[in-house]
């Protein structure tokens, strides 16, 4: 048997934050592709279910055109179950909307609902469960899982170690308190990286990650995870398949030593064909290090130079302007007495004396110290 586990799709996300108009619905418009296309990629490889452990939606209501996109993709795959387990973006404006729930959509509520497979004799068992403010503090203890059976448990939220003290919180999910309850894999949605750990000696607990990265803190590979069950010799094998399009990056560029601004531009591009960055991604330039004063960067001006190359460019400037702390020894105004009284420090390293130097020296310039 194979399945695909697969969270935080977020379809409708605004995607406002750094896009403009134009891309900004395309990218929403890819994210939705990269939906249809894992489902077609799961009929293509013979997949029986899709766990989307939480967040298929990112608002509360659905647009007309993604809703509908998404049920022909489920009625259109009738040889596909679709366990849907709402996260804490998703809301039942989707499911309203439906004058009949597809044969092969499998949903969960705020109690344990489980689904059962039969293969080869053995009995493969999908549970999972809604957490809310009205479950969250009876809901693992009411865990209960034959463990002769495979058991996939679906859940969403944020893993911790333990349970809190002062109660239990819904978005939190206490790994100690699902350990030794007969889990081979627990389905888990929220954090957008992937992760993978060891639950307890028998199973693991897994979060897939978002499908496509939407912003800067979203970095990396995005895909979805493969699971292979030998029902027989009670086997799983998992495996992570990266599927996103684009891929989001953030690069830290040095600019120490340019003397111009298309040193500037040729020292972003090296360091961006190093880390491989390619055509089709986003991707987030922090330049950093010391230029001498008369060097400015326009940070418009180098990413519309660089957007040329790539589908988005951000650029941040961090850069400081250098300063000769020397040239202030013998300074009679007050810089001069600044330095001095930093320099005769002996509690300092060199290191931090050098950054309350140049931040002051800033601050009684009238610059700002970025």
């Known amino acids: 048997m194979k399945l695909i586990h697969c969270a935080d799709i977020h379809l409708n996300s605004s995607l406002s934050t750094h896009l403009d108009g134009e891309k900004r619905k395309q990218r929403r418009t890819e994210i939705l592709h990269t939906f249809l296309r894992m489902v077609d990629y799961a009929e293509e490889q013979s997949v029986d279910g899709i766990l989307i452990a939480g967040d298929l939606f990112d608002t509360k209501k659905v647009d007309r055109s993604t809703g509908n996109a998404v049920i022909s993709a489920i009625t259109g795959h009738p040889g596909i179950l679709f366990f849907y387990l709402r996260g804490?973006?998703?809301?039942?404006?989707?499911?309203?909307?439906?004058?009949?729930?597809?044969?092969?959509?499998?949903?969960?509520?705020?109690?344990?609902?489980?689904?059962?497979?039969?293969?080869?004799?053995?009995?493969?068992?999908?549970?999972?469960?809604?957490?809310?403010a009205r479950n969250a503090q009876t809901l693992y203890t009411s865990l209960r899982l034959d463990p002769k059976h495979i058991n996939l448990v679906m859940l969403h939220g944020q893993e911790t170690p333990y349970a809190s003290s002062t109660g239990q919180d819904a978005e939190q999910i206490p790994l100690a308190m699902l350990q030794n309850k007969g889990i081979d894999y627990l389905a888990l949605g929220?954090?957008?990286?992937?992760?993978?750990?060891?639950?307890?000696?028998?199973?693991?607990?897994?979060?897939?990650?978002?499908?496509?990265?939407?912003?800067?803190?979203?970095?990396?590979?995005?895909?979805?995870?493969?699971?292979?069950?030998?029902?027989?010799?009670?086997?799983?094998?998992?495996?992570?398949?990266?599927?996103?399009?684009?891929?989001?990056?953030?690069?830290?560029?040095?600019?120490?030593?340019?003397?111009?601004?298309?040193?500037?531009?040729?020292?972003v591009r090296e360091t961006l064909q190093e880390m491989q960055v390619q055509s089709e991604d986003l991707v987030k330039v922090c330049l950093t290090g010391s230029l001498p004063a008369g060097v400015e960067v326009d940070a418009e001006l180098l990413a519309m130079q660089l957007s040329q190359s790539f589908f988005y460019v951000k650029v941040v400037i961090r850069i400081v302007p250098e300063i000769d702390y020397a040239s202030y020894s013998y300074d009679t105004s007050l810089k001069g007495e600044f330095v001095r009284l930093v320099q005769a420090q002996t509690g300092l390293s060199e290191e931090e004396k050098a950054k309350i130097i140049r931040t002051g020296i800033l601050a009684l310039t009238g610059e700002a110290f970025v």
Do not use: M
């Open 88 to 132: 804490n973006h998703d809301a039942d404006g989707f499911l309203q909307s439906l004058d009949k729930i597809p044969d092969n959509l499998k949903l969960f509520g705020d109690t344990w609902r489980s689904y059962a497979w039969e293969e080869d004799g053995e009995t493969i068992v999908i549970t999972g469960a809604e957490s809310s």
């Open 190 to 267: 929220h954090i957008h990286t992937y992760k993978r750990g060891q639950l307890d000696a028998r199973g693991i607990y897994v979060y897939p990650g978002c499908l496509e990265g939407r912003g800067f803190d979203e970095c990396g590979v995005h895909g979805f995870c493969l699971l292979d069950i030998d029902a027989t010799h009670h086997k799983l094998q998992d495996t992570f398949v990266p599927f996103a399009s684009r891929r989001l990056w953030e690069a830290s560029v040095d600019v120490s030593g340019c003397a111009a601004g298309k040193d500037v531009l040729d020292a």
